[in-house]
């Protein structure tokens, strides 16, 4: 899908159709390296059930593409529309409210990845603890399943990182 190209109602209709976004985390992995973790509401979406599963999945690939929503607007929101090609097919939209998850953004902007996590997320992992990254991840694998980890292109880190620019600049 070439969502370069689409009006305004088609734009509306995908942000209309994105997945409820419970909360989003950011993990350290280490000095130069982190990721977002996005906790999603899926309770209306069976065909994503795959991303609660606990067993390792095969490897698959995504097609992932940016959703703008009133670029450089205070208001702007920005869509990452995520087709699910392998090992299951599926497609996510997630809606980010620049003003709202602004920082969240740019840890994605910085690192290129993101980790989409059915939610919501278990009060026993709400606020920053002490831990390890695999410590952390065994538990949120362990309640939530493999869910889906993302590393974008390049390009797609480049567009996400310029987009964020002109929305600073528009503030």
Known sequence: MDVHNLGE????????????????????????????????????????????????QPAGYTLCTWIYAGPGHRNMRIGLRVEMRQSSRSV???????????????????????????????AYLVGAQPMTANDFIKKVVNVAGQGLFIELEERLVDELRLQLQEWQRGK
């Open 9 to 56: 109602d088609e734009i509306a209709l995908l942000f209309k159709s994105a997945v409820p976004i419970d909360d989003i985390d950011e993990l350290r992995a280490g000095p130069n390296d982190a990721f977002s973790i996005i906790w999603i509401d899926i309770q209306d979406r069976p065909d994503l059930q795959v991303l609660a599963t606990k067993e390792t």
């Open 92 to 122: 996510i939209i997630l809606d980010f409210k620049v003003a709202q998850y602004l920082e969240q953004l740019k840890t994605i902007a910085r690192y290129g990845k993101l980790w989409i996590i059915p939610g919501p997320i278990p």
